[in-house]
């Protein structure tokens, strides 16, 4: 093979080329058609064509004339000659002009051509479309496929139902090809006409359209398109190029025509930039103009009201007028970048405004208007800070001298007061201290009163217009404090004197109430214990109490002691009063307690104990007769709870093992129930004895772990399942006789139930019963075990009873003997055929009979189409139905 190497500068031929996809005979039949049409509409330039693509091309003359044709240059002059060299001469001048031209050939060479390779042939004609048809397109600095394709979609953008992603399947509903027509010649096409669900109208209409009025032939088949999963993209691309060359010459007349409205446009733009700039520098100009003026005006007020609303008008300034001027100085030098940038772009001169309206000019404005605007702005500042400071000074001696004058008031005449001569020993600390407190109050408060002697000074310095009233007012002060320091010190020495006089008394007070409470206390515990009510449950705990009794009996001597010793310090107390003349005012400050309350307790003591002895020796007894109670219940209940659950293991493994026939079981169960019922005269003694402990309120027992409860249960569980097994049998012997089911077949049904029961409960859950079915040779899917649990288990409980497994499994057997007799009856009608006709049956059955057969068999059809004619499973299920069979 030739090897054709050369620049490669246009899109890689062997990304676009896939030869193999050649095989497809859809795309080749495609590609054929298309490559023909396109050679012939360069070829009929020089009066010729083709008609074969593989054929025509052998001799290379036709070859080297449409390369002439589309590349307008003349190649070396071809053979003449019919021999095979000729030819190939001729083909390879052909593919040497043709890689002279950039193009890199691979495994194309002028034997294939000549021998009428198709493949080799359609690749080389592939690759001269792609050098002189597309490589040159160019849109948006994309080129040659990417650029043929950004094309389509720019131009079919504006229409309804069109999306240009590739070219192949985006052109099978033919609006893309319209879309292109209808977007430059407008007047060819109707497009709101066409619809998406037709496309071979759309790509008739295209196909016919080109080729009438825009010289373009047909290239593609509609009904190959459509018909086509994928239409072939060489095929597409090749023929959309010829549109996009169509229409090229009309795009650049257009491209001009928009490119002077352009140009016009931004002059117009321009100029109305220029009218706007001078006229917004202007008004920006007069405004600062009026406003620094304003601004330069420091004349002070003498208010405070009156520099708050200079204030809040230059914040309103600030905050409402100034913003949108702010706003219009920037968008004033935005809009003159903006015009000097397109006029720059332009190759326009700049823009010169008018005198005294540069943007220099306008920030050398808008610097002073800052200028002026920030000196305003801290005089304004300065002065309220100094008519701030006049007021705050003054509002803060008035505070001041309002808090102090507030605390004073009243203090003269309680420092005055004698309270201290009635008062009790507690009542004097609490009078010292709360004196002490005052005294520490009245040291704090001087530096308030400094304060306020200061602040008056320096609103004098100040020249504060209301100084006369602020100086008497301090004066008024600082007398009244002088006053107060005196009498404080006169109420503290009499406070010292009258608090040692008491001291003494009220060490006695504190004794009495140190020893008292605790007594006091003793005594109240002491009754309350007494009086108690014990609750017991045994023998032990009523001991238990008895001994603390005793214990307490041993401790009343020595509190008898400490009562007589409590009592001589109340004595002592009342000595000491009637001796010094000393004004009591109240009882004992440290306790309630007196010696009347003491005594009367202690009273009470005393008569409670024996009382307190009698009530133990009472419960005593009681507690004896319940330890009775309790060993004759546990006696009687340690026997009858173990006889029962032996009974209910040995009915469970009656009804479980296989010794003898059902009758044999079953009359073993019944002797099973007599000895039960038999049993039932002890339930009733324990009942009785239960009943006993229940009277005497005996809530536990440590000799048995069982209840009445468990025995109660026990019992009635028994009782429902010997019952129940006895019942099961006696089912299993009627399904035995009603079935025909051998002794045999039931011991084997019992041997698998009992295999597959895990937890020999007598019952198997669902997977149990599914995995036995499947040891029994059943083939299941989830519908046939579905069915067969419904039938089971129909009240959908999970579980299979052994009685509905022999049920089930008698039912299986007698469907097995029923499909064998259908088919022995199937064999006699049909005879050597394999299907039964309606007139055998009305020969061979009864008329009623044969007539129901055939209504039945009506719907079904037979072999080869008979109506009638019936195989064996169609015979089986028109009698019997499917599910049966």
């Known amino acids: 093979m030739d090897q054709y190497d050369g620049d490669e500068d246009y899109m890689p031929q062997e990304d676009d080329w896939d030869r193999d996809l050649l095989l497809d005979p859809a795309w080749e039949k495609q590609q054929r058609k298309t490559f023909t049409a396109w050679c012939n509409s360069h070829l009929r330039k020089a009066g010729t064509q083709i008609e074969n693509i593989e054929e025509d091309f052998r001799d290379g003359l036709k070859l080297m004339l449409l390369l002439e044709v589309i590349s307008g240059e003349r190649l070396a002059k071809p053979e003449r000659g019919k021999m095979r060299v000729h030819k190939i001469s001729n083909v390879n001048k052909a593919l040497d002009f043709i890689a002279s031209k950039g193009v890199k050939l691979v495994s194309i060479g002028a034997e294939e051509i000549v021998d009428g390779n198709a493949k080799m042939t359609l690749g080389m004609i592939w690759t001269i479309i792609l050098r002189f048809a597309i490589q040159d397109i160019s849109v948006e600095e994309t080129s040659a496929k990417e650029g043929l394709l950004l094309w389509c979609q720019r131009k079919t953008a504006p229409y309804k139902n069109v999306n240009i992603q590739n070219f192949h399947i985006s052109w099978k509903d033919g609006l893309g090809f319209c879309a292109l027509i209808h977007r430059h010649r407008p007047e060819l096409i109707d497009y709101g006409k066409l619809r998406k669900d037709d496309p071979m109208t759309n790509l008739n209409t295209a196909f016919d359209v080109a080729e009438k009025y825009l010289d373009i032939p047909k290239m593609l088949d509609a009904e190959d398109i459509i018909s086509t999963l994928r239409p072939d993209e060489k095929a597409v691309m090749t023929y959309v190029s010829c549109y996009y060359h169509a229409f090229s010459g009309k795009q650049k007349a257009e491209t001009a025509a928009n490119r002077i409205c352009k140009v016009l446009a931004v002059n117009q733009e321009n100029e109305q930039l220029m009218e706007d700039y001078e006229k917004l520098a202007s008004d920006l100009l007069e405004w600062i103009r009026r406003t620094i003026p304003w601004l330069e005006n420091r004349l002070p007020e003498n208010t405070m009201q009156a520099m708050q609303q200079k204030?809040?008008?230059?914040?309103?300034?600030?905050?409402?007028?100034?913003?949108?001027?702010?706003?219009?100085?920037?968008?004033?030098?935005?809009?003159?970048?903006?015009?000097?940038?397109?006029?720059?772009?332009?190759?326009?001169?700049?823009?010169?405004?008018?005198?005294?309206?540069?943007?220099?000019?306008?920030?050398?404005?808008?610097?002073?208007?800052?200028?002026?605007?920030?000196?305003?702005?801290?005089?304004?500042?300065?002065?309220?800070?100094?008519?701030?400071?006049?007021?705050?000074?003054?509002?803060?001696?008035?505070?001041?001298a309002a808090i102090h004058e507030a605390w004073t008031e009243g203090k003269e005449e309680m420092l005055q007061k004698r309270d201290y001569e009635t008062a009790s020993l507690s009542e004097i600390k609490a009078l010292l201290k709360k004196h002490e407190a005052f005294e520490s109050d009245l040291a704090a408060h001087q530096d308030r009163v400094e304060q306020i002697a200061a602040i008056a000074q320096e609103l004098n310095e100040l020249d504060y217009y209301d100084s006369p009233s602020v100086n008497a007012r301090c004066q008024r002060i600082c007398d009244q404090w002088d006053a107060l320091g005196a009498l404080t010190q006169k109420r503290s020495e009499a406070l010292q004197r009258t608090e040692k006089l008491l001291e003494t008394i009220d060490q006695l007070y504190l004794e009495f109430a140190k020893r008292a409470a605790p007594f006091n206390n003793w005594m109240e515990g002491a009754m309350e214990d007494l009086q108690d009510t014990f609750i017991v449950h045994t023998i032990e705990e009523i001991q238990g109490l008895s001994t603390a009794h005793e214990q307490f009996k041993a401790t009343l001597p020595e509190a008898d002691k400490e009562r007589q010793a409590i009592l001589g310090i109340h004595n002592e107390i009342a000595k000491i009063v009637q001796t010094y003349h000393v004004?009591?005012?109240?009882?004992?400050?440290?306790?309630?307690?007196?010696?009347?309350?003491?005594?009367?307790?202690?009273?009470?003591?005393?008569?409670?104990?024996p009382q307190r002895d009698q009530a133990l020796i009472e419960e005593h007894a009681r507690q004896q007769n319940n330890e009775r109670l309790r060993r004759q219940f546990a006696n009687q209940a340690n026997v009858i709870g173990p006889w029962i659950q032996t009974k209910m293991e040995e009915i469970g493994r009656i009804s479980i093992e296989m010794h003898g026939t059902l009758e044999d079981q079953l009359t073993h169960l019944r002797q099973y129930e007599k000895s039960i019922v038999n049993y039932k005269p002890k339930i009733d003694q324990l009942e009785g004895d239960h009943q006993l402990i229940q009277e005497a309120l005996i809530f536990d027992n440590k000799h048995t772990n069982y209840t009445m409860e468990h025995i109660r249960v026990g019992w009635e569980q028994l009782l429902t399942t010997i019952a129940r097994t006895i019942n099961e049998i006696e089912n299993q012997i009627l399904t035995r006789d009603a079935k025909g089911i051998s002794q045999e077949q039931l011991n084997e049904f019992r041997a698998s139930f009992n295999h597959f029961d895990r937890k020999r409960t007598g019952i198997m859950d669902a997977e149990d019963f599914k995995t036995c079915l499947i040891s029994m040779g059943y083939n299941l899917g989830e519908n046939e075990f579905s069915r067969i649990m419904s039938i089971v288990d129909p009240n959908r409980m999970g579980i299979v009873t052994f009685q509905a497994f022999i049920d089930f499994m008698s039912r299986e057997t007698a469907d097995t003997d029923t499909a064998d007799q259908v088919m022995a009856s199937f064999k006699v009608l049909a005879g050597d055929k394999n299907y039964i006709l309606a007139d055998e049956l009305r020969r061979e059955l009864p008329p009623d009979q044969a007539d129901y057969c055939i209504a039945r068999m009506a719907p079904y059809t037979g072999p080869d189409g008979v109506p009638g004619a019936l195989d064996y499973m169609s015979f089986s299920t028109a009698l019997y139905g499917e599910s049966d069979l």
Not at 365 to 374: P, T, Y
Request: net charge positive; glycine share 4%; aromatic share 8%.
């Open 311 to 400: 204030l809040e008008d230059f914040r309103d300034y600030r905050r409402l007028h100034k913003p949108p001027k702010v706003q219009e100085k920037c968008q004033l030098e935005i809009n003159f970048n903006t015009l000097q940038t397109k006029l720059r772009l332009s190759n326009r001169p700049a823009f010169m405004p008018s005198e005294g309206k540069m943007v220099s000019d306008i920030n050398n404005a808008w610097g002073n208007l800052e200028g002026a605007e920030k000196g305003y702005e801290e005089w304004l500042l300065n002065e309220i800070r100094r008519l701030e400071r006049l007021d705050h000074l003054a509002e803060k001696f008035r505070q001041k």
């Open 583 to 609: 004004n009591m005012a109240g009882t004992n400050p440290y306790t309630t307690i007196n010696p009347q309350e003491i005594n009367a307790k202690w009273d009470k003591v005393r008569q409670l104990v």
